[in-house]
Structure formats: C-alpha cells, structure tokens
C-alpha cells in the first residue's frame, strides 16, 4: 500500500487533514482530481462527463449526494459551474475546495453535511471551458482565454427567449459543443438551483439578462416572474459573502445595491446561459462574479475561499425553498408533462412535472394558488400555505391527485395545451441521467431564435 503511494504525483499526497492545496490546477490536474474523490468516495460521489469542448477535452462533473449515481423522488438537484469564461479563473479553485469542504465534512460526521448530502444531490463542473483555460492570460483585465477553442463566447451561444421567436432558426448542432452539452445535461436532470461563477467584478447578477421591451421590461430591468425568488436567492449569496453585500468592492465598477443587480440593468446580454436555464430548463440559475480580477495571483486564493466558502453553502441550501411533489393521474400513476402553475407567475414556458411525475417550485414563505392541468383530466386548483425550507433541509411536500373528466374533448386538451408560450417549450427529459460517461443523446428539435448578437462586451 505504500508503494502505491510512491506512484501517486504530489498534487495526491495530503496532508492528514486531507486539505487539497492552493494553486491553479491544470485541466489534466483537474480530471485526477475528480477520479481521485470519486474512486474513493463511490458511497457519495459519482464522477461523469456531459460531453466534450471544441478540442475534444472531457467536461467532467462530481455529483455528491447519497444517491450519487442516479436522481431519487423528493432530492432536489443542485449545480455549480465554473470557468466558463478560461480567463475567469477563481471558479474553478473555490469549487474543488467546496468538494473538498463537503466530502471531509460528512466523513467528520459534521451535522450540516450530514443533513446536506442526505437531502440533495450536488452537481460540480469546475471548468465549462479547458481550452480556454488553456491559453489564458493571467493578467486581471486581459481578455485572452476568454472564448472557447472556437473563439466563441460561451455565455453569448445559449438560445434567447427575447431574440425573435420568428427569426432564424438555428440547430442545436450548430451550437459550440460546450453549449450543446449543457443544453442535454439540463435535459438528463431536473435541476432546480444554480449558479455559474465568473470573475470581472463582485456582484450577483440574476435574470432576465435580455429584453424584447415587452412588459418584462419595468424602469430599466428585465423582471422575471420569479423576480421576488431571483432576489432573494442574490441576497442570499451577497449576504454570506464577506463582502460583496457592501455592493462597491472593485475600485473600478459601479456600485451594486446589497451587491445584487439585474442582468439586464447591469447591461444587455443575448445568448446567456442563465437566462436559458430558467426558461428551457426550469432551473432559477444566476450568475456570481466573484473577484475584481480575473486571474487572481495564487497568493489570494486561501482568502478568496475564506470570502465565499459560507456563501457557497448557504446557496446550496436554498435549493429547499417552496413546494415539491408529483402528480398522480386518475389512475394513481405519476405523470409526465403536467402543466404545474402559480398563480401571478406566467412563465414564458410552464413548468412542467419530469418523467418521474415530478414538480419543483422555488418560493418564498406565503401563500400561493396552484393550478395543475393534464390532458383528459380536470384542472385542479389549490392554495398552500408554503414555510421557509432550507433550514429543515426540505422545501414543503404536497402531491397533486388528479381526476379524469367524463371524457376527453378537444377543447380540454386544448385548454392544456394553451399554456405553453412556444414551441419551443415542448421537449422530453432523457430517460438516463448522470450516470453516463458519454455525452447524452442530441433531439433534432429545432429552437427558433436569431443569431447571437455581435460580442460586445469583455464583462460576463
């Protein structure tokens, strides 16, 4: 056994306290890494890849959680996602050192780990760009590495709800590869909370990043139904972060409010990925921006993690928020594609019960008006009283039973189907999730959207 150790390299060799170093890992570093955790935590952790960059290297992604390998009924399912940007680099350290925080912490037997891990199923990307990573400039305001091996800005590819339904369509092949891979990893899993990390500035920006002027558009923001939810889950960050709540950390930004803004108050973006994975994917993602430099020098990062290890957490945490459930038909199964509404809350596409009949509803304590509607089935409406979650580690459970109607007429399934804003809403969760090596199975669907707009800006 201790010749094994000899055939280690030293990034492996811990210390007793099994504390991973700090410094810039490569990409190769990086995959050893995750192999490493993985092979030695398979009770926790499950290491797979999403697909590959425009150079061919692995997207690779811890889940941890109890049930590593595969969703279960009633776990919500969280993300992190870093470096998308290769020049923006403090992502990809402080999301090793919070695999590291959490894998520790639950063999230490730590209650807040313990509870965390029991409850939720954790997903980490660390870097979204390798190639990028690759030819990065280390200096905090060069752009160089920015852009995907292609030279494509990743956080301009995504589809846009608000870029022209009627305009050009655009395959998903022709989308860059990282982009595509997101798109089917948001199709293989129910996520419910994300975050992607960049670097530029100090602030927590949340949706909408883009805007049609329609009635989205309210004093120069872009307001999501969800705009109470969206604000809340930045505060949350903002307010567990060491700094960033103080809203002017970097001496040459503007001031942010409780260091929160609006995407598209801070300035307009097409083609965001925060934006996609809130309407596409039902997922309430935003986008943290986490140091004034891009490349901090390595002699900042212990206290970069000091600053971000509690907001880190606290954000997982919030994936507890609201109500979950199932649908049941009228025969006691649970539904696929039921139509799950809030009252007040028209999202541009509803969201939708997944293949285990599954429903997730990020709210804010209140009460609020449910209605859930499904072919050849009555609509049911129902107002629940909904508690604060995450300090229980469980957002508040209620399944919805369904009756059929007498019978099935066209204008019931009309009514249904009515709902969606789009077309482009319809598309059919894959059936295997996360627990594959190879990159999930592309749909030919088309999604109607104009070009991504010209690059404009070197800020996320």
Known sequence: ???????????????????????????????QYLKQVSTSNPDITHLYSIGQSSKGQQLWVLALGVSPHQHTVGIPEFKYVGNMHGNEVLGRV????????????????????????????????PTMNPDGFDVADKDCYNSQGRYNGNGIDLNRDFPDAFAGLQSQQLFEERREAEVQAVIGWLRTESFVLSANLHGGAVVASYPYDNSNGGSELVGGASIAPDNDVFVHLAKEYSHNHASMYRGNFCMDSRPFLEGITNGFQWYRLEGGMQDYNYVWGQCLEIT????????????????????????????VQQVHLGVKGQVFDGSGEPVENAVVEV???????????????EYYRLLLPGNY?????????????KTLSVPYGP????????????????????????????????????????????????????????????MAAVLRSLID
């Not at 210390?15 to 570093?29: I, S, V």
């Not at 037997?109 to 409850?119: D, P």
């Not at 140091?291 to 971000?308: F, G, I, M, Q, T």
């Not at 008006?369 to 409406?381: A, K």
């Open 1 to 31: 056994m201790l010749s094994l150790l000899f055939l280690l390299p030293p990034f492996f060799l811990f210390t007793p306290a099994w504390t991973l170093e700090f410094r810039y890992h490569n990409n190769h570093e990086i995959e």
């Open 369 to 381: 008006t449910f209605t859930v509607t499904y072919p050849g089935h009555e609509v049911l409406t």
């Open 391 to 450: 300090d229980q580690y469980s957002a508040l459970k209620h399944d919805f039973l369904l009756r059929r109607t007498a019978r099935t007429t066209r204008r019931t399934v009309g009514s249904t189907t009515q709902t969606d804003a789009t077309p482009t809403c319809n598309y059919t969760l894959q059936q295997k999730a996360g627990g594959a090596m190879n990159r999930p199975t592309w749909s030919s669907l088309a999604i109607g959207l104009s």
């Open 94 to 125: 402080l999301l090793l050192q919070l695999i590291d925080e959490l894998v520790r912490s639950y063999r230490s037997n730590e209650t807040w780990s313990l509870r965390l891990l029991n409850s939720t199923r954790i997903h980490i990307l």
């Open 288 to 315: 943290l921006e986490l140091s004034c430099c891009k490349y901090p020098p390595a002699r900042e990062l212990p206290a970069l993690w000091n600053d971000n290890k509690k907001a880190l957490l606290a954000y």
């Open 343 to 357: 009252r007040g809350r028209r999202n541009i596409c509803p969201f939708r019960t997944n293949q285990h009949g």
